[in-house]
């Protein structure tokens, strides 16, 4: 039985249908969903004088970008989650800063979730978050089952 679910989510049309499956699928089961919003820390390369690739640096946000980002991703996971708490669903928002995938996988890794349900792709207000690339690596390295919704 499901009883744990991570659904990571950036606001997007593509996330929305996740969670909008997620909601018919888990609707009365008792089961909690952690609704994850990972804002996303570039990380740069560069290269030194002889050619070398120099360490890759991860440039986190300004402390006040950081807080509106931050902001902003609470009030679309509020948004994201009034579906999921209609159906009887137990929700916990959770933003993380970091790598998407990366983060996505910890917090699987972290949370003992026993399913993860993402949107295969899209590119939503808070830049850029579930690419194809990122639910490709989440299938592939997940500690748990992952069901991918299509559009």
């Known amino acids: 039985m499901v009883e744990k679910v991570l659904l990571p ?3 997007s049309d593509t996330a929305k249908k996740a969670i909008d499956f997620a909601t018919r699928l888990f609707e009365g089961s ?3 969903i952690t609704l994850l919003s990972v804002i996303e820390e570039p990380v740069y390369s560069a290269f030194w ?4 690739i120099a360490p890759e640096v ?3 946000p300004p402390e006040e970008l950081r807080e509106e980002l931050d ?9 994201s989650a009034e579906p999921l708490r209609s159906a009887g669903l137990d929700v916990l928002p959770k933003v993380r800063f970091g790598n998407t995938a990366a983060e996505i996988l910890q917090e699987a890794e972290e949370g ?7 949107g295969s792709h899209g590119r939503g207000v808070l830049g ?6 990122v639910s490709n690596r989440v ?6 089952p992952v069901l991918i919704v299509r559009r």
């Not at 850029?128 to 690339?133: H, P, Q």
């Not at 299938?139 to 748990?144: I, K, R, S, T």
């Open 9 to 11: 989510t950036d606001g």
């Open 30 to 32: 008792g089961c909690k």
């Open 49 to 52: 004088s002889d050619g070398l």
């Open 58 to 60: 991860i440039m986190p």
């Open 71 to 79: 902001k902003r991703a609470e009030e679309m996971l509020g948004e």
């Open 112 to 118: 003992g979730y026993d399913m993860i349900v993402m």
């Open 128 to 133: 850029g978050f579930l690419l194809g690339s």
């Open 139 to 144: 299938v592939h390295h997940a500690p748990c």
